[in-house]
């Protein structure tokens, strides 16, 4: 069988009735299938795959490719869902085409990472077919267990390893930046990684692009190996960092990209426009500055703009959640834009968003500046 991409191979198969053009429009940069595939028997779930109208895109200028909407764990995983829901996310989200899975030491103290590694383990998915991360920097309390250091990056790296139950992680991010640490220490600590096979790419996550630039440098000067992406938060209301103070590093170092909170925590779904509808991340134990944040004057001048939003949304005939991660989809310099969700209906929502960023023209992203007033000005920094 030729080059598949991320599709999927298990045992079970299935007869393709269905004229399914192996083919650009369904797997960008694959080869169009050379003889007709309704004569062809797929595996099923690679069926179901080139069904899905994912498109991939490589991480920075590395040749990774991750899919443009993937899943994260953050507040939902080990803490607001169950087991059997998050079974039932990452399935959804694996069959919509989702490659990446986002994660971290601090989600859940770990415990959303010791529920991942279950159902991946469970699932027995190939390891080619998926790509998964952690992040280091708050581990605990105690003096080495959190922040940058050679110790805590080592050892976050391997006891993130046993919870996943993988032999490596694809992509391993710096949480944050760490003061106190030297950014020579990390990046060294970084590349050691990658050289024993224990990490393939690392990066950061919301570091400035000067901590970026300094880990790049030191990382060539030193025949280290240099951060590939970073993580930063990114959506209709949160725009200088990735649309302005990060730009030059795209074309620089060729950084990747794959961003944060696209709904804004849930806020740009419109369900907070009438007040907390409850039973959301903002009633959940340890989240009351969440809910503080969406009481704030400028989270409610925000909702007023959500409500127009919503009328744009509604005359495309797609949902507001779909709206507000396909605006995140039409920047280029994206690689893969991270959804959350806490039930299976929201992601089922979330995954069809890829199919309609082409409704949003240039009339319509116009229209989006005018209800917003938040470009970020070239210049300003
Ligand atoms: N690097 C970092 O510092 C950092 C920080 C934050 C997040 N992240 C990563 O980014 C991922 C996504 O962040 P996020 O969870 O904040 O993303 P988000 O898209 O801003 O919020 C997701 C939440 O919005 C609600 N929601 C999602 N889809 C919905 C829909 N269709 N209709 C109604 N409500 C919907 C759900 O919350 P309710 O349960 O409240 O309904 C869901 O959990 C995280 O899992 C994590 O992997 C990284």
Same mark, same amino acid.
């Not at 901590?211 to 060539?220: K, P, V």
């Not at 704030?296 to 959500?306: N, R, Y």
């Not at 929502?349 to 023209?361: I, S």
């Given at each position: 069988?030729? /080059?598949i991409g991320p599709a999927r191979l298990e045992p079970a198969?299935?007869?393709?009735?269905?004229?399914?053009?192996?083919?650009?429009?369904?797997?960008?940069?694959?080869?169009?299938?050379?003889?007709?595939?309704?004569?062809? +028997?797929?595996p099923a779930k690679v069926?179901s795959a080139?069904?899905s109208?994912? /498109?991939?895109?490589?991480?920075? /200028?590395?040749?990774?490719?991750?899919s443009?909407?993937s899943f994260?764990?953050?507040?939902?995983?080990?803490?607001?869902?169950?087991?059997?829901?998050a079974v039932e996310l990452m399935t959804i989200a694996y069959d919509s085409g989702v490659n990446f899975f !986002?994660n971290?030491?601090?989600?859940?103290?770990?415990?959303?990472?010791?529920v991942m590694g279950k159902i991946i383990k469970n699932k027995n998915w190939p390891r080619d077919t998926f790509v998964i991360?952690? /992040?280091?920097?708050?581990?605990?309390?105690?003096?080495?267990?959190?922040?940058?250091?050679?110790?805590?990056?080592?050892?976050?790296?391997?006891?993130?390893?046993?919870?996943l139950q993988v032999d490596y992680?694809d992509?391993?991010?710096?949480?944050?930046?760490?003061?106190?640490?030297?950014?020579?220490?990390?990046?060294?600590?970084?590349?050691?990684?990658?050289?024993?096979?224990?990490?393939?790419?690392?990066?950061?996550?919301?570091?400035?692009?000067?901590?970026?630039?300094?880990?790049?440098?030191?990382?060539?000067?030193?025949?280290?190996?240099?951060?590939?992406?970073?993580?930063?938060? #990114?959506?209709?209301?949160?725009?200088?960092?990735?649309?302005?103070?990060? +730009?030059?590093?795209?074309?620089?170092?060729?950084?990747?990209?794959?961003?944060?909170?696209?709904?804004?925590?849930?806020?740009?779904?419109?369900? #907070?426009?009438?007040? !907390?509808?409850?039973?959301?991340?903002?009633?959940?134990?340890?989240?009351?500055?969440?809910?503080?944040?969406?009481?704030?004057?400028?989270?409610?001048?925000?909702?007023?703009?959500?409500?127009?939003?919503?009328?744009?949304?509604?005359?495309?005939?797609? +949902?507001?959640?779909?709206?507000?991660?396909?605006?995140?989809?039409?920047?280029?310099?994206?690689?893969?834009?991270? +959804?959350?969700?806490?039930?299976?209906?929201?992601?089922?929502?979330?995954?069809?968003?890829?199919?309609?960023? !082409?409704?949003?023209?240039?009339?319509?992203?116009?229209?989006?500046?005018?209800?917003?007033?938040?470009?970020?000005?070239?210049?300003?920094?």
């Amino acid at each position: 069988m030729g /080059k598949i991409g991320p599709a999927r191979l298990e045992p079970a198969t299935c007869r393709c009735n269905e004229s399914v053009r192996w083919g650009t429009e369904l797997r960008p940069g694959l080869p169009t299938a050379p003889f007709p595939l309704h004569h062809f +028997t797929l595996p099923a779930k690679v069926f179901s795959a080139l069904k899905s109208s994912m /498109k991939y895109r490589h991480l920075g /200028k590395s040749g990774l490719q991750l899919s443009e909407l993937s899943f994260g764990a953050w507040v939902t995983f080990g803490q607001q869902i169950d087991s059997k829901t998050a079974v039932e996310l990452m399935t959804i989200a694996y069959d919509s085409g989702v490659n990446f899975f !986002d994660n971290a030491e601090a989600y859940a103290g770990g415990q959303a990472e010791i529920v991942m590694g279950k159902i991946i383990k469970n699932k027995n998915w190939p390891r080619d077919t998926f790509v998964i991360s952690s /992040k280091v920097f708050w581990g605990g309390d105690l003096p080495n267990q959190e922040g940058l250091s050679r110790k805590h990056v080592v050892e976050a790296c391997h006891a993130a390893l046993r919870r996943l139950q993988v032999d490596y992680l694809d992509l391993y991010f710096c949480h944050r930046p760490d003061p106190d640490t030297p950014i020579e220490e990390t990046v060294r600590a970084m590349s050691d990684l990658i050289a024993q096979g224990k990490v393939l790419y690392w990066g950061t996550s919301e570091w400035s692009a000067e901590s970026i630039l300094e880990a790049y440098r030191i990382a060539r000067e030193q025949r280290l190996v240099p951060p590939t992406m970073e993580q930063p938060q #990114y959506n209709l209301f949160h725009r200088e960092n990735v649309e302005h103070v990060l +730009t030059p590093l795209y074309h620089e170092i060729g950084l990747g990209m794959t961003t944060w909170s696209p709904l804004a925590s849930g806020l740009l779904t419109g369900k #907070y426009n009438a007040g !907390d509808p409850g039973d959301t991340r903002t009633s959940l134990r340890g989240y009351g500055w969440l809910q503080r944040q969406f009481e704030s004057d400028e989270t409610q001048q925000q909702i007023a703009k959500v409500t127009q939003l919503g009328k744009v949304a509604h005359d495309l005939a797609i +949902t507001l959640p779909q709206l507000a991660l396909a605006w995140c989809l039409k920047n280029p310099n994206i690689s893969s834009v991270i +959804t959350g969700a806490s039930r299976p209906e929201q992601i089922r929502e979330n995954m069809k968003a890829a199919e309609f960023v !082409d409704k949003l023209d240039d009339g319509v992203m116009q229209r989006i500046e005018t209800i917003l007033q938040n470009k970020p000005q070239a210049g300003r920094r």
